[in-house]
């Protein structure tokens, strides 16, 4: 069995709680045994609520059935765990992942990596001279949409890639989010699941260049639109916003077009456009990359089996090329070229 300890009960840790009672009672050798957060007095009685349903939104959750914690420490000298599952604050997800490697525990890390890229490059050696497992819950690779998308990309079905363009965006979080030297900022903390995909479908690119503005003082830049650029000039854009205010909510799209068709991805559901025939909807499963990435790692730990998606060693490609897009964007556009080698 893998018993799991949760460190961070906001958004993202209530959706975790949630697909590890799914995946328990689906049958997944699997038992998540504490929760721990600073707030978590507090925290155990609020109803959360995010960019992406989670089944809490409007209910309470049970939480008898956990050992509730709001010190770490107190948390690892009281239970025997495999896992310490981290939804942090991202500028805590560095120092307190390599602790935990140190200390003989695998560590699930939600995104992004780290608040910059040598940050992530402590961790992922941490996470080889102790030998344990760390993963980054980069969710989009486990995305049936986008998984879709890598597959026709990949095996070629629609030619080669000609250009693609992905958004992401909505309103203004709240709190630690819209403080630059806690989150990143929007380019770090949002944009980068596109970042991520982008270099895990189509390869790292050679260069970037982005523009990008301040909306919130203190956060960071706010919006950006990057091209990346290729040696076989295909042309790929990833926008971002998290200023989008009001009634608009939230919105992850993309548009991919290839010599023999395009793949556009809105509101939910992928629809496939081939050249010279009718165009039809994917069929693909509903499951949110949040389970399946989840489902993943405590599979491969059961199997005694090595992560081989999401790895650190890729994911901090993608804390890199935000790094370079930020330092373009610092100079109004100006290309820069990709620090990192492919792997």
């Not at 049970?62 to 942090?88: G, P, R």
Request: glycine residues 8%; negative net charge.
């Amino acid at each position: 069995m893998v018993k799991v300890g949760l460190v961070g009960f906001g958004f993202m840790g209530h959706m975790h709680l949630e697909n590890y009672i799914r995946l328990a009672k689906e049958g997944l050798d699997v038992q998540l045994v504490a929760i721990c957060d600073v707030r978590i007095e507090e925290l155990k009685h609020t109803r959360v609520t995010g960019n992406i349903a989670t089944d809490t939104d409007t209910t309470e959750i049970d939480l008898s059935a956990y050992h509730l914690y709001d010190n770490l420490e107190t948390m690892l000298l009281h239970e025997q765990l495999d896992v310490i599952d981290l939804t942090l604050p991202t500028y805590l997800h560095a120092p307190i992942a390599c602790d935990l490697l140190s200390r003989g525990y695998n560590v699930f890390c939600e995104k992004p990596m780290a608040i910059s890229a040598s940050a992530g490059q402590q961790m992922v050696e941490a996470a080889q001279a102790h030998q344990k497992q760390l993963m980054i819950g980069q969710c989009l690779r486990f995305w049936p949409a986008y998984e879709y998308l890598r597959e026709i990309v990949m095996n070629q079905t629609l030619g080669q890639v000609i250009s693609g363009s992905f958004f992401r965006g909505g309103e203004t979080p709240k709190g630690w989010f819209v403080q630059k030297e806690r989150s990143g900022g929007a380019m770090l903390d949002m944009h980068i699941h596109d970042v991520d995909i982008i270099q895990w479908i189509f390869g790292v690119p050679e260069a970037v260049s982005s523009l990008a503005r301040n909306v919130v003082p203190g956060s960071g830049y706010d919006i950006v639109s990057t091209n990346y650029i290729y040696p076989d000039g295909k042309v790929i854009n990833a926008q971002a916003d998290w200023t989008l205010q009001g009634d608009y909510g939230f919105a992850m799209t993309y548009r991919v077009n290839l010599e023999h068709g395009n793949l556009v991805f809105e509101q939910g559901s992928v629809k496939v456009n081939p050249n010279d025939s009718e165009g039809y909807t994917a069929q693909l499963s509903s499951d949110m990359g949040y389970y399946r990435q989840l489902r993943y790692f405590v599979e491969r730990l059961l199997d005694g089996q090595p992560m081989s998606q999401a790895t650190p060693e890729s994911t901090l490609i993608s804390v890199q090329l935000v790094e370079a897009e930020i330092l373009s964007a610092n100079r109004a556009g100006e290309k820069v070229n990709v620090p990192v080698t492919t792997i």
